[in-house]
C-alpha cells in the first residue's frame, strides 16, 4: 500500500490517476485526486465531476482543490450540472466547488441555487456566498429572504454569512431572532449584530444580557459588545463585574467565569471606561474595614481590584496613566496602593516621577512598598540616577523603601552584568569589570554605613520573593 501510495506522488500517467480515484483507500483516493489537478489537464474535470459526491470529506475536499486548479474548464462544467439538475447530492457538490470561481456567472448560479427545495443545496449555495467574499444587492437580497426559511439550519447559515458580508440591512430581522425559541438561531443572531458592529444593536444586547441568567447567552452577548466597542455597554458591564465578584461562591466552582469575558470587552471599549472604573476602585477602597485590609495587603487578592487591574494593563496608553497618576493624591491609601501596583502593570515613563516622589513622600508604609515594587518594572537606567538624587536630597523620616528599590536595581543589574565578567571579549569584559565597581561603589554610598542586610533587608525579604503577576481574580 505504501509503495503505491509513493509512485502515485510520480507518475505522470493520468487512467492511472482515474482509476485510483475508485480506490477503497482514502488516503490513495486523496492523492490521486490532487495528482489530477496538478497535472492541469482539463480532461480530468469530468473525472473529477463524476466523484463530487465521494462520502469522505478529505477526499471530496480534495477534489474541490483539483476543480479549482483546473480553471475555467472545470466552471464551465459545474455550471452544467446545476443547469441539468442531477440528484440533490451532486447538486449540493457542485454549489459547494463553485465557491472557488467569484465570477458574475457562478455567483448568479449560486442565488439561483438558493432556490432549491432541498435544504443541503441551499445551505451549500449559502456557504458558498459567503466564501466568495463580495455583496451586492442581489446577493443580500437573497440571503435576507433566506432569514424566513423553514428550515432552521439554512436560517442560522445564512445569518454567519450575513454577519460576514456585513449585510446591515439584515440587522432588523438580527434584532427579532435575539429572543428566538431556536438557541442555534438566538446565538447566531447574536453573533452576526458582534460582526456588523451596529449600534443599534447595543441597547437591545443589553437589555437581553440584564435579562437572562442563562451563563452560555451572557457571554455570547458580551463577546459581541466587545466586537461593536460602544460606551453605552461600560456601567451594565461593571455591574455585571460586581455582581459576579459578591458571588464568591459561583466564582469559586467556576460556575460564573465572566469575569475574563467582560475584561475583554471593557478593554475593547477603551478609554471611556476608565474614570467609571477608578470611580469603582474609591468607592471599593472607602468601603474596605481595617481587618479587610489586613487580610488583603494591596488589594492583591480582592477580585475586583484584580479584575479592573487587568482591564488597564490591557487599554495603556496616557490616558489610564493620567487617571492612576490622579489617583495617587487620593486621601485613602487602598487606593494609591492599587494606583502604584497597576502603574506598575503598565509601566509607561510618565509614571516614574510620581512614583519616586511616592515611594519617598508617601506617609504609608504599604504604599510605598507597591511604589518600590511598580519602580522595580521599569528599565535601572530610567529609574535609578532620578531616584538616587532624590533619595539625596530628600528630608523624609523613613527612606528605606526608596533605599530598598536601589539596592534591588543594584542587585538586579550586578547580575545581568556578571554573565559578562567571564566572556571571551577582552573589551567587553574590561568595561563590565568597570561597569560592576560603579555599581558596587554606588550600593555601598547609598546605604552610609548602614547595614541594611541587618535592618530594612531583613524585614522585606518576604516582599523581596513577591514577584511581580497577574493574580488569579
Known sequence: M?????????????QVLYDALDHEDEEIREIAARRVGFSRDPTGVSVLINHLTEPNQNVRSEI??????????????LLSVLNKDPNPALYASAVEALRHFGTKVAIEALCNAVKSDDPRVR???????????????????V??????????????????????LGCDRAVPC???????SDEGVRYSSIFALGILRNTHAVIPLIKLMQSTDDYHFQIQIVNALAYIKDPLATEPLIEMLVEEVNNPMGRSRGLYRKSSQIQHCLAAIGEPVVQPLIDLIQRKSAKMLKSDIQEMRSCRYNPIFSDIRLVFADIRGSAVVAALIDLLENDNWVSRSWACTTLGDISHQMAITPLISIVIKDPSRDVRVEAGRALQNYPAGDVFDSLLREIKKSEAPDLDEAKWVIECIVKNSI???SERLFCEDTVNRSSTESMYRNVIACSAAISENEDLDNSFYGRRTGIRRMRRCRFPA
Open 2 to 14: 505504501d509503495l503505491m501510495k509513493e509512485e502515485l506522488t510520480k507518475t505522470n500517467n493520468l
Open 64 to 77: 474541490i482543490r483539483a476543480l479549482d486548479r483546473l480553471g475555467a474548464p472545470a466552471e464551465i462544467a
Open 123 to 141: 445551505r451549500a449555495a449559502i456557504v458558498s456566498l459567503e466564501k466568495i467574499g463580495m455583496v451586492n444587492q442581489e446577493i443580500e437580497n
Open 143 to 164: 440571503l435576507i429572504k433566506c432569514l424566513g426559511d423553514s428550515e432552521s439550519e439554512v436560517v442560522q447559515t445564512s445569518i454567519r454569512a450575513i454577519g460576514t
Open 174 to 180: 438580527l434584532l427579532e431572532f435575539i429572543n428566538n
Open 415 to 417: 547580575g545581568k552584568l
